[in-house]
């Protein structure tokens, strides 16, 4: 089943929502890319008043699994999302045209069919071969739940430099004017931090733009500690979406290998490199254990007509 095909809307019901990038080309590579598509989220989810249980971003694709009074406000919601981050995104990038695919998304109506779905969406990271554990991906939000600095050290903001104050009272005032950070704004929060601030910084906005419904996704398990037991020793189940495999493994080696490359690649904008650059980045990809002809096509954005990479 296409999850194109795959638009059943039932009021009253959680969805699984699935976005995936045209192509299966990678959108997400640094941590900006993250933030902007999180706390557009966040904000969309509030402006039209939609319930999120649970959120993952992964490299080339979206999954949530979320609840709307109607109909046309879970459309609205999804067009808003769609438009908004592809336009940023394209400005990022020097990009234009359509981003993303028709998101799919099926009613969960079922207890059992939705704890199941909330549990293969928190898995989606560990099957695709990027972390072990539910509590190490950052991007499937799952950790928050369960820490308000999972991935960095306590923020003392008394203790903190000027910068980081800073940066700190622009994310506060976003928040409160009810409005996400685009690239620009993330540009201004990051521009004077060190690593170590920006590894709290990071955990701040997620906290402070933190959008799950935290009652409603545990009413389906027992306890937490049942929650996370479910979540790390079964993958879920999905048959109402078509979510094909991928090991995504290979993307984060070929992150590190463009990071250390010396070449000219404008912090992901391949479609500007030399073509002699280009080209050798994808000889020196091709060389990575486990890379395929489509992981290379996805992460540099190429036609697989041309290049011919996988479909």
């Known amino acids: 089943m296409s999850f194109r095909k795959n638009k059943f809307y039932r009021d009253g019901a959680f969805h699984h929502l699935y976005i995936k990038a045209k192509k299966g080309n990678v959108l997400f590579y640094k941590v900006e890319d993250y933030l902007f598509i999180y706390t557009l989220v966040g904000v969309l989810s509030q ?21 709307a009074r109607a109909q046309d406000i879970f459309r609205a919601f999804l067009r808003d999302l769609s438009s908004l981050f592809t336009v940023g995104y394209n400005e990022e990038y020097h990009l234009d045209g359509q981003l993303l695919m028709p998101s799919g998304y099926a009613p969960k109506t079922s207890a059992k069919t939705h704890k199941t ?11 695709g071969r990027l972390v072990k554990s539910v509590l190490e991906y950052k991007w499937g939000l799952v950790p928050y739940f369960f820490s308000d600095h999972p991935f960095s050290d306590r923020l003392v903001k ?15 005032g976003c928040k409160h004017r009810g409005q996400y950070l685009n690239y620009a704004i993330l540009g201004r929060i990051f521009k004077k931090l060190n690593s170590r601030e920006k590894a709290q910084i990071v955990d701040y906005i997620i906290v402070k733009y933190f959008f799950l419904d935290r009652r409603s996704f545990f009413s389906h398990f027992e306890s937490e500690e049942k929650a996370l037991l479910a979540m790390d020793s079964s993958a879920g189940s999905e048959h109402d979406v078509y979510d094909p495999w991928e090991d995504y493994s290979v993307y984060l080696e070929m992150i590190r290998v463009t990071l250390s490359s010396g070449l000219d690649h404008k ?45």
Do not use: W
């Not at 779905?117 to 099957?127: D, E, F, G, H, K």
């Open 158 to 172: 008394r203790n903190a430099r000027f910068a980081m104050r800073q940066a700190l009272s622009i994310v506060d």
């Open 47 to 67: 402006r039209h008043n939609v319930t999120v249980e649970l959120f993952c971003i992964m490299f080339n694709h979206l999954h949530g699994c979320v609840k």
């Open 267 to 311: 912090r992901f904008r391949f479609h500007q490199m030399p073509e002699d650059q280009l080209n050798i980045l994808r000889r020196k990809l091709s060389k990575l254990p486990g890379a395929t002809q489509r992981h290379i096509g996805r992460f540099l954005h190429l036609d697989p007509d041309a290049y011919h990479v996988e479909p």
């Open 117 to 127: 779905c909330l549990i293969y969406i928190a898995n989606n990271p560990s099957t």
